[in-house]
């Protein structure tokens, strides 16, 4: 294997241990949003879309030309060659079997990269969701507890009109808090609906994420029955 095949199958191994590390499921998104988070990060962020397009540039070209050495050793007569040259059959053979390796490294890593970008921006919306939806349950929970307090409040200043021992500013009282009543109603409704929305949008992220991940095994599926077939080919070519 040459150096630059090496380094693309060792930057696919690399992939496929990046992308089992964020699958661990004792880290939760919140943590990943923080180690994203982390100022290293954000003095590499500026070369990271650079990085990234140029990353699949390289794959891309790596792909095209393993592709071409695929068909250009696959289309190759064989039949006549070995009866002049007894060890150009198995010449080829190895040159179209290095091809073909090539040809899936340079695909997989490609593939990869664009899932592993996809999961990092899935998990930091997700991330996100998560604290929203944490800080309007927050805000929902007091808006609650102040509720209660204002109605134990009005009810002992409904006890005290009762009973004749309320003036007219206790009525005046009363009539502000009773406003202030309509107003947390309104704030504590507003805040329910916030977080409904906030949930709808974790379910949304999270049916996303598992149709990314379905789309993953399909797509890996038909790439190893594409590579049964090559092979099938091959073992063909070789009778």
Known sequence: ?????TAVAFFLYMEIGVLLIFCLPFISAKRWQTVFNLSIWNKVARFWNKGFLTMIIILIVLFLDAVREVRKYSGA???KDAKLHPNMFDHLHMKLFRAQRNLYISGFSLFLWLVMRRVITLINQLATALGTGAALQTQADGANQAAKKYMEDNEQLKQ???EGKVDKKGAEVKEALRKEMATLSEELESTRNALKKSRAEVEALKK????LTKEYDRLLTEHQKLQYLQQGEGDKKDQ
């Open 1 to 5: 294997m040459t150096l630059q095949w």
């Open 77 to 79: 007569e064989h039949s």
């Open 160 to 162: 005290a009109l009762e």
């Open 208 to 211: 996303q994420s598992d149709g």
